[in-house]
């Protein structure tokens, strides 16, 4: 893949796996936070697989859409749109009620010197949505960040570990859990609180940033030495899947790629690609930040794409100069400040 629009097909075409448990989705789905990274691949995604799963349902997107061209593009893909701000209380009462709704608004980076705001997406808002959408199915997506940093040589954190998150956004994320998890148990919502540690497409990611900073001889910091990846396409329907495992109390799943990683060993395969030699600082501490996603995996499958494919599109995408985001992961942070 060269172009954007490779990228978008690709990241937007439903396995056989998907259009089965789409078919046995009832209803609309619900996409809050749709102008996001991983938003518009998912929204796309969803829409194609209602589409070949036979079913009569839209996909409704709801974001600010204030700048871009990403409300049109949407909907000429056949996703109705509608922009509001959900911390607008009249705005988000007046959101059309579905039975399925992915929740993906949050903030992350910005939050040093305003926390506030971040604590009000994360935590706060996640209460409102829980109350006006108390009889759907809601994925409410989380981050693997509220855990602990584990030894490396126990694989990661699984569903069974205590979290003791890191800074302010991580408290955040794990306040989004606990409030949707209030309201589920006061409402019988089936919630399923989606722990996502590290989503990438080519445009974005631990794979792009590694590759990068090798291509471009830059020191790769080895401080966090072990990482979890995922294609972001996987994730997306990984996520729209769990529509059909949400419960009351809460299920929570994490979701990342099988390995945990070595950076080290990521630069090195990227500096054959460009016939180049990586540049390393520090060494590879004892711990790192890492989850063990083995019970989506029994649930929903292993990812489709698997690590050695993420690299050879990664190096191929950086060779012929592919469009970047510009939003770098901060995968190196250990105190939890962003």
């Known amino acids: 893949m060269k172009t ?9 075409t439903p396995s056989d796996r998907l259009i089965r448990d789409l078919a046995g989705v009832d209803g609309d789905i619900l996409v809050l ?4 990274k991983m938003g518009p691949s998912l929204a796309k995604l969803a829409q194609r697989g209602i589409r070949e799963a036979g079913k009569n349902a839209k996909v409704i997107g709801v974001s600010r859409f204030s700048s871009g061209t990403l409300q049109e593009e949407l ?10 701000d ?37 935590a706060y808002l996640p209460g409102r949505v829980a109350e006006k959408f ?26 069974e570990t205590a979290p003791s998150p890191v800074g302010e956004y991580a408290q955040s994320c ?16 089936p919630v399923l609180n989606f722990r996502l540690n590290y989503a990438i497409d080519l445009r974005y990611g631990i794979l792009l940033e590694v590759a990068t900073a090798v291509k471009e001889g830059r020191p790769i910091d080895l401080n966090m030495g072990v990482v979890n990846v995922i294609w972001q396409g996987d994730a ?12 009351s109390p809460p299920v929570t799943l994490n979701v990342t790629g099988p390995e945990a990683v070595s950076v080290r060993w990521l630069a090195e395969r990227f500096g054959e690609a460009f016939g180049t030699k990586p540049v390393f600082t520090s060494e590879e501490g004892l711990t790192a930040l890492l989850s063990n996603a083995s019970n989506s995996h029994h649930l929903l499958g292993y990812p489709s794409v698997p690590l050695r494919q993420m690299i050879q599109w990664t190096a191929e995408w950086v060779l012929a100069g592919g469009a970047t985001l510009g939003k770098p992961t901060h995968f190196q942070e250990r105190e939890g400040a962003f």
């Open 4 to 12: 954007i629009s490779e990228l978008e097909n690709k990241l937007s």
């Open 33 to 36: 936070g749709v102008g996001g």
């Open 75 to 84: 909907e000429a893909e056949g996703i109705e749109t509608i922009a509001a």
């Open 86 to 122: 959900l911390l607008d209380e009249e705005a988000l009462s007046g959101l059309p009620d579905v039975p399925n709704v992915i929740y993906m608004a949050g903030n992350k980076f910005g939050t040093t010197g305003k926390e506030y705001f971040t604590w009000a997406m994360n």
């Open 134 to 159: 108390k009889d759907s199915r809601i994925v409410a997506f989380s981050s693997g960040n509220i855990y602990p940093f584990t030894k490396v040589s126990l694989g990661g954190a699984s569903e």
């Open 174 to 189: 794990l306040g989004r859990e606990r409030v949707f998890e209030y309201f589920s148990r006061k409402n019988g919502t």
């Open 236 to 247: 997306n329907e990984m996520a729209i899947r769990s529509l059909l495992h949400c419960g």
